[in-house]
């Protein structure tokens, strides 16, 4: 699968290209376990705040009824910083498709769990005549099995479980576990469960080259001092 030279994917392998492992900020309104995450704040400043702090690209989930998300913060998120933007969603058909291509993003997430496999490469080949980068969620090694067929780059691996609307209590052993079955020069994200530089660093020692954090981000007092931990940032962020 080739991808474009200046979009999501190839952000995330610059990074990573540094030394740094490259951390994805996912910008999600609320959370079906830890409630609101917004706590008023502009969700959309954050981003732009994220940005500016390094972040390569921003993830925004864009879901209503459990994540507050909406088509319309992906569009602000877009507009508002310069990187290039993954929309999580639960994505099944070729109408939403080409409504995240119509906002801006740049990657969509498709997940395997929720798709047969023969919607899933159908969705995967659309999102590519779209100049959308499919990234591929998994949680299982069915789950994994599935896109054999796929000429992937990228994939994530969802240390929770999706259908369980990420309320189960998982953890970097998802990834630990899944790893050792992805085919050799695909680039894995481990995403979801992770709340410190510890877990950052048991998921890349177990071969992930970057990771998607959320809640742990958008809960913490200072959400892009937090971030820069994560990554190892190594000065303090000030907002002022």
Same mark, same amino acid.
């Given at each position: 699968?080739?991808?474009?030279?200046?979009?999501?994917?190839?952000?995330?392998?610059?990074?990573?290209?540094?030394?740094?492992?490259?951390?994805?900020?996912?910008?999600?309104?609320?959370?079906?376990?830890?409630?609101?995450?917004?706590?008023?704040?502009?969700?959309?400043?954050?981003?732009?705040?994220?940005?500016?702090?390094?972040?390569?690209?921003?993830?925004?989930?864009?879901?209503?009824?459990?994540?507050?998300?909406?088509?319309?913060? /992906?569009?602000?998120?877009?507009?508002?910083?310069?990187?290039?933007?993954?929309?999580?969603?639960?994505?099944?058909?070729?109408?939403?498709?080409?409504?995240?291509?119509?906002?801006?993003?740049?990657?969509?997430?498709?997940?395997?769990?929720?798709?047969?496999?023969?919607?899933?490469?159908?969705?995967?080949?659309?999102?590519?005549?779209?100049?959308?980068?499919?990234?591929?969620?998994?949680?299982?090694?069915?789950?994994?099995?599935?896109?054999?067929?796929?000429? /992937?780059?990228?994939?994530?691996?969802?240390?929770?479980?999706?259908?369980?609307?990420?309320?189960?209590?998982?953890?970097?052993?998802?990834?630990?576990?899944?790893?050792?079955?992805?085919?050799?020069?695909?680039?894995?994200?481990?995403?979801?469960?992770?709340?410190?530089?510890?877990?950052?660093?048991?998921?890349?020692?177990?071969?992930?080259?970057?990771?998607?954090?959320?809640?742990?981000?958008?809960?913490?007092?200072?959400?892009?001092?937090?971030?820069?931990?994560?990554?190892?940032?190594?000065?303090?962020?000030?907002?002022?």
């Amino acid at each position: 699968m080739t991808l474009p030279s200046n979009g999501f994917a190839s952000a995330l392998k610059n990074k990573h290209h540094t030394g740094v492992t490259p951390v994805i900020p996912d910008i999600k309104c609320r959370s079906p376990k830890e409630g609101d995450l917004m706590k008023g704040r502009d969700p959309v400043e954050i981003a732009r705040a994220l940005a500016t702090a390094g972040a390569p690209v921003i993830s925004v989930v864009s879901e209503p009824d459990y994540f507050g998300g909406s088509p319309e913060l /992906l569009k602000k998120v877009v507009q508002a910083t310069s990187r290039p933007v993954l929309r999580k969603d639960f994505i099944k058909t070729l109408s939403q498709l080409q409504e995240t291509a119509d906002l801006g993003a740049k990657a969509v997430l498709l997940i395997a769990s929720l798709l047969k496999k023969e919607q899933l490469y159908s969705l995967v080949e659309a999102a590519l005549q779209l100049d959308l980068e499919p990234l591929v969620e998994v949680h299982s090694a069915d789950e994994m099995a599935a896109f054999k067929r796929l000429d /992937l780059s990228i994939v994530g691996i969802n240390n929770r479980n999706i259908v369980e609307l990420e309320t189960d209590d998982g953890s970097v052993s998802t990834t630990e576990n899944l790893i050792r079955l992805v085919k050799p020069g695909i680039f894995v994200i481990s995403e979801s469960s992770i709340a410190s530089p510890a877990d950052v660093l048991r998921a890349t020692a177990s071969g992930a080259h970057a990771v998607l954090v959320g809640t742990a981000i958008l809960q913490a007092e200072n959400p892009v001092q937090m971030y820069l931990d994560l990554g190892g940032g190594s000065y303090n962020y000030d907002p002022s």
